[in-house]
């Protein structure tokens, strides 16, 4: 009986005994003393947990900047950054295996993964101007008084683009200013038919792969890109009183920017899927094919990258047509657009060949949430020596390791969910090591990866802070970029840097979308995973571009260049690895997770309030109105499903929710932005499946909003317009569902 057991456990005692006696009663006046004093000290225990909390996170937060070093990061980009490393070769290899080696020190337990890609080198290249004069182009960079030894400098890649067809044409050269859309809409405004021609393009304004598929769309046989020194060169030294390299950081008359020329991403030859070893490929001729590139195809002609240098006697010998006042360059003559009488011959040859590459990655374990995994990352190849782009980013994800493994080492912090530290391959050719990444691991990444966080070009100056992210993470970063001061001025945090880049009507800093430039593509355009990206920048590029840029994918980006001209003690580096230390924490370690969908929920009505500027704009006489009205009506409810979710999570931080019912709220944070997935791909563009979030049709570096419906509002395709509207719905529907936490 209930008794007989009682009394086993010695519950069940003499009525006399203690446990068996009325509690002693107290007056009122007694029960409101006591009362006080219980308050009192529930108070005092409450407040000395509070200060013991926040103490031990100060006390961590020391740790974990103490680990964040200048010094680590000076040390990095010196030696990564020491010789040339193109992607698929040795040096390249050895890079990897730097990287390795410092993982294995932290205690990241690092690997690596390996893919056999399609990429080109140049064999050999002759551009002559061959009436009505004669020059034959050197496209030979200069060697500079900067301390990098002739044979050193002798073993980067000579001048060329990544992914240029081999080609032998002799042909009319016509000038396209920037190579934008609308400067190829102008020339055939003025009759000028592209068909069979040679084209040059200055470097500036949107991707340089662009300019030169849209030559090729209209029919030229050749493009030859340069940098004007209007853009980069001694005319904007002089706007801002600096010189030009060694002296100063501007580009000289020989330095030349490569890089690649395919609007893709990912090896060419498996298009949407894995380069395994075992992988079904399609060949060279196939990769060139809209189709079966699905929407992304190699050029088809030879494309050159000159410096100005070069391009000048090129330039001179054009007459026909003058060109507008926003065409006109920096150097001493009118530029004219041709076409002719200049005639160029152009002959390329290129080296096609299946390479191998290199990623290589280190990974914390989480301690409760072990299969959620925070991932970031930072390419390693380079077109030269890269102290910059991309070195100045893979010292900052060294960095940010190091502060993290040290804090880790302590015994005060392990991350609630796992961190990777990826080192990708061969981004500077298509993005190729992160996404045959996020190709292998597609599954896994959708059901696990909370966010990605990237660096690139990490400091190209000290003046602005310049992130690009997903709205939903916004927030965190505001957060993130309050706590780290500014090196040199302790009253100044890196978020009133963000303020100096740019503010919206409220006067906040801006987030903008992320195109396709760096490795954070994959993540978010292919597998809906959140994506934030970190960068310093100067302020220079308030009035043109900034002074980086002017080294970008030249031999001028040297350590020397680093060291006199950007970031000349290391602070700024250790600085932003501390802001990607401290946002990456809240994501690991926050019991929910910390996005905020009314964030993205405003974003989502301003992008239908810039389509329908656009659509206005584009056609006056469309009842906007009317054609927007589903999409709209989606949005709305959007709004009000995110509202709810921050509700949801304001009650469950207040409750401390834990375990299933704190993971199930994360499901529908994480899963959200899945949502927006379209697996069949954009139209017409099959390799990109976010139908929120895509680059640019005509610029590949710039983020577009709902990408589809605004290509096909460019193009003056209303009835694809109205179509889109109603396919992209389905999916802000389906989103909003996730949010809500509907049960089919």
Known sequence: CVEENMEREGLLSDPESP????????????????????????????????????????GNRQILFNGITADGAKKTIHDLSYVPHIAGSPENLKAAQYIFDLYTEFGLNPWNETFNVLINYPISRVVELVYPTYYNATMEEGVWDDGTPPEIAAMA????????ASGNVTATLVYANYGRREDYDYLVSQGVDLTGTVVIVRYGKIFRGDKCAQAEKLGALACLIYSDPADDGFVRAEQVNQTVYAEGPWRTN?????????TGNGDPTTPGYPST???????????????????????????QPLAWGDAEPLLRALGGHVGPAGWQGGLNFTYNIGPGPAKVHVHLEQNYTMATIWNVYGKIDGYEETDRVVLLGAHRDAWTFGSIDPISGTASVVETARGLTTL???GNWAPRRSIIFCSWDAEEYGLIGSMEYTDLHEKTLMQRAVAYFNFDVAVAGTDLFEPLGIPSMWSALVDASKQVTVPGNASRTVYDMWLASSVDSRGLPVLPAPGAGSDFAGFIQRLGVPVCHLQFGSALEKSGQGPYMAAYHSNMDSYY???????????????LARVMS???????D???LPFNWTDYSAALQEGVSALTAHANRTNPNENTKELFAPLVESVNGFVHAAKKMDKEIQEALKQKVSGVAARAINDRLMLAERAFIDFNGLNGRQMLRNVVWAPGQFDSYAGELFPSISDAITLGLWDDVRDQINYVTIFVYASRAILRGDVL
């Open 277 to 303: 070893n075992n992988a079904p490929r399609i060949n060279y001729t196939q990769t060139q094919d809209p189709l079966l590139s699905k929407g992304f195809p190699l050029p088809k002609i030879p494309i």
């Open 561 to 575: 260049w680093v060291s006199h001209f950007d970031d000349k003690s290391f602070e700024f580096h250790a600085a």
């Open 254 to 262: 020989t330095s030349v920017q490569r890089g690649s020329m395919w």
């Open 582 to 588: 401290v946002i990456v924490t809240r994501f690991t």
């Open 408 to 410: 880790f080492k302590s």
């Open 19 to 58: 446990s068996r006696r009325k509690p002693p009663s107290f007056s009122l006046p007694e029960k409101i003393i006591l009362g006080v004093i219980g308050l009192f000290f529930l108070s005092l225990v409450i407040a000395c947990a509070v200060m013991i909390t926040r103490s031990k996170t100060e």
């Open 157 to 164: 890649v000579p001048t060329f683009c990544g992914y240029s």
């Open 590 to 592: 926050d019991q929910i």
